[in-house]
């Protein structure tokens, strides 16, 4: 489980493709505090397993099923990464509670700036639309943000400096592949509603509404 507050950006040293699969080394150096083996750290908000560490970075097996539904397909030596430990009981919640597990990739359309902050348009893939909502939570390559406008096929966030300064938004660019997860409080709320039997209920309430 996770926060969607990035502690480190690490950069991709290598990529060993291994059929569909791949083993990716990540150069890094707070995430390493306390690391063991088998622990779980988000990739640019994918949760990953440590299977391998040294004092300048650790290594985790991609599978078939993870390079599919990520950007992580794509990445390079050098590539910029946002890395965040599994959080501890007892901490603080600063984002919203992220599980690693992304629903897919997208591009982002438009990256507009004002002053420091800034806007990014991010195209919505049809089988998560239904779960973004605006001013609901949403986890861009393991960022939390928050939806500043839905658009139904495409949504916008928008970036603090602290954030944008912080994470690899500021090295991706037109056309980049990011990573999504949804709210978890919504998909489970699609599953209950599902099986009571609610769900077109539900849906008629809103179109009233």
């Not at 990014?120 to 939806?147: H, M, R």
């Not at 949504?155 to 602290?162: E, G, L």
């Amino acid at each position: 489980m996770f926060t969607g507050i990035i502690e480190e950006l690490g950069h991709i040293k290598s990529v060993q493709f291994k059929g569909s699969a791949a083993k990716l080394a990540i150069e890094c150096s707070k995430v390493l505090e306390g690391i063991k083996l088998g622990d779980s750290i988000a990739v640019n908000g994918v949760c990953l397993t440590a299977v391998d560490f040294s004092g300048n970075g650790f290594t985790v097996d991609a599978s078939s099923e993870t390079l599919s539904r990520s950007s992580l397909k794509q990445a390079t030596a050098g590539t910029v990464v946002n890395l965040e430990r599994a959080m501890l009981m007892g901490g603080r919640l600063g984002g919203h509670i992220v599980q690693g597990h992304v629903d897919g990739s997208s591009q982002i359309t438009k990256i507009e700036s004002d002053g420091a902050f800034w806007t990014l348009t991010i195209v919505a893939p049809e089988a998560i639309q239904k779960y973004i909502a605006e001013k609901g939570s949403v986890c861009i390559d393991g960022i939390s943000l928050t939806v500043a406008k839905d658009m139904g096929s495409a949504f916008t966030i928008a970036v603090i400096p602290h954030t944008y300064a912080n994470t690899n938004l500021s090295s991706l660019k037109i056309g980049s592949l990011v990573n999504i997860e949804v709210d978890v409080i919504a998909r489970y709320t699609e599953k209950l509603l599902k099986a009571d039997g609610k769900e077109s209920r539900l849906a008629e309430l809103l179109a009233d509404w």
